[in-house]
Every structure is written in structure tokens, then in C-alpha cells.
């Protein structure tokens, strides 16, 4: 299986400041068809989780564009550019290129 | 709006089974890939199976293989999940997710706890 390894696993961030977490995969996330299916999740407390950013970079339906995705092959990145209240929960870095899908370890987000 | 309803869960002891059921609306659900995928508690999130549109490609965890079967009526919109031969790992919040190479839509999870 694919291992992915998120960092860091907890960011507390200022209101309104910008904040980042990398996700790394054990191999390239790179499918046979040419795309890459690494995507992203926000869980907020007592929610389930929502797709933020699919395909490395698109955002879902709904998400502000406050949030951006980056990276490619094994080395992927989740950026807010500026931290709303909101936005406190646990990120999820996934990869859907093989099955089994497997997640990061999950980066709780909180407020300074 | 896409929804995700599971249904099904509860208390069980080591050696039981239950059977999950997730109803969908509000999207081409005979169209669509779906999965079950499981929140361990201190252990994260993990795929538990995966079933393709017509309900013939069927992916397992290797760690429920051969005691969990997934199975889809695409007449009522529903998948579901049977779970076999319980154990106390299994213990976890279960979610049925829209797979698009990847979880797109989330359900709000049933919880599963095996215990004696």
C-alpha cells in the first residue's frame, strides 16, 4: 500500500496569517493515464470530513480560495492564505491512484 | 444536493456481524463508483472496500478480506456492507463515500463498536 506521511501534525496558526501542510507519498501518485489523484480533507469538530482539493490542485465545489493546492509526484502541499475560524478541524491528504486509497495521519489545525 | 445516509451500526460482540446499509439520492447513483471507508480511533482513516457502477468489481482492505462483502441495488440508490466475524479492531466510525478516484461525497458515518 501507499503510505502517505503528512507534516507537520499539528499548526496553530494566527487569525488571519497564512499556513501550509506537506504531504508526502512512499511512491509517485503519478497514474498510468497521466493524472495524479492525490486530494485533500478538512474535518471539522464533530463533522465529517469534505473534499477541499482534488486532482493536486482543483478546488471543490464551494471552497473558498483562500485554500490552494501545489506539488507533484511524491511531494504535495495544502496552503490557506489567511486562517478564518472556520477553517479549525483536521487536514487529510489522500491518495486515489491505487487501491487500497490511503490517507495521511491527519494535521489538526488550530487557533493560536 | 448529493446525501449520504448510512444506517446500520451499533454494538456487536467479537464474532457477530452487522449489515451496513448507505441510501444516496441526489446524484446518478448507477453511474458511480462508491466505497466504504473507516475512522479507527487513535489509528486514522483507512479504505475498507470499494464496488464499481454495475457491481462487479469489488476491491477489500486485505485486512477484511474474506469477512466483509459489499454489494450495491442500484433500483433503490444503496450500497451496502456485510460485515462477518467481527473483532474488536473493526471497532470504528464507518463512511460511505461517492469514490472518484478518491472520496468526493462523505456521508455522515454509522458507528460500528465491537466489544464483548
Known amino acids: 500500500d501507499i503510505v502517505m506521511t503528512q507534516t507537520p501534525l499539528s499548526s496553530p496558526v494566527t487569525l488571519g496569517q497564512p499556513a501550509s501542510i506537506s504531504c508526502r507519498s512512499s511512491?509517485?501518485?503519478?497514474?498510468?493515464?497521466?493524472?495524479?489523484?492525490l486530494s485533500w480533507h478538512q474535518q471539522r469538530p464533530g463533522q465529517p470530513p469534505r473534499l477541499l482539493i482534488y486532482?493536486?490542485?482543483n478546488r471543490f465545489s464551494g471552497v473558498p480560495d483562500r485554500f490552494s493546492g501545489s506539488g507533484a509526484g511524491t511531494e504535495f502541499t495544502l496552503k490557506i492564505s489567511r486562517v478564518e475560524a472556520e477553517d479549525v478541524g483536521i487536514y487529510y491528504c489522500t491518495q486515489g491512484t491505487q487501491y487500497p486509497h490511503t490517507f495521511g495521519q491527519g494535521t489538526k489545525l488550530e487557533i493560536k | 444536493e448529493v446525501q449520504l445516509v448510512e444506517s446500520g451500526g451499533g454494538l456487536v460482540q467479537p464474532g457477530g456481524s452487522l449489515r451496513l446499509s448507505c441510501a444516496a439520492s441526489?446524484?446518478?447513483?448507477?453511474?458511480?463508483?462508491m466505497s466504504w471507508l473507516r475512522h479507527l480511533p487513535g489509528r486514522g482513516l483507512m479504505s475498507v472496500s470499494q464496488?464499481?457502477?454495475?457491481?462487479?468489481?469489488?476491491d477489500y482492505a486485505d485486512s477484511v478480506k474474506g469477512r466483509f462483502t459489499i454489494s450495491r441495488d442500484n433500483a433503490k440508490n444503496t450500497v451496502y456492507l456485510q460485515m462477518n466475524s467481527l473483532r474488536v479492531e473493526d471497532t470504528a466510525v464507518y463512511y460511505c463515500i461517492t469514490d472518484v478516484w478518491g472520496p468526493q461525497y462523505w456521508g455522515q458515518g454509522t458507528l460500528v463498536t465491537v466489544s464483548s
Open positions: 511512491q509517485s501518485l503519478v497514474h498510468s493515464n497521466g493524472n495524479t489523484y
Open positions: 464496488i464499481d457502477p454495475h457491481g462487479i468489481r469489488r
Open positions: 441526489g446524484f446518478t447513483f448507477s453511474t458511480a463508483w
Open positions: 486532482e493536486i490542485s
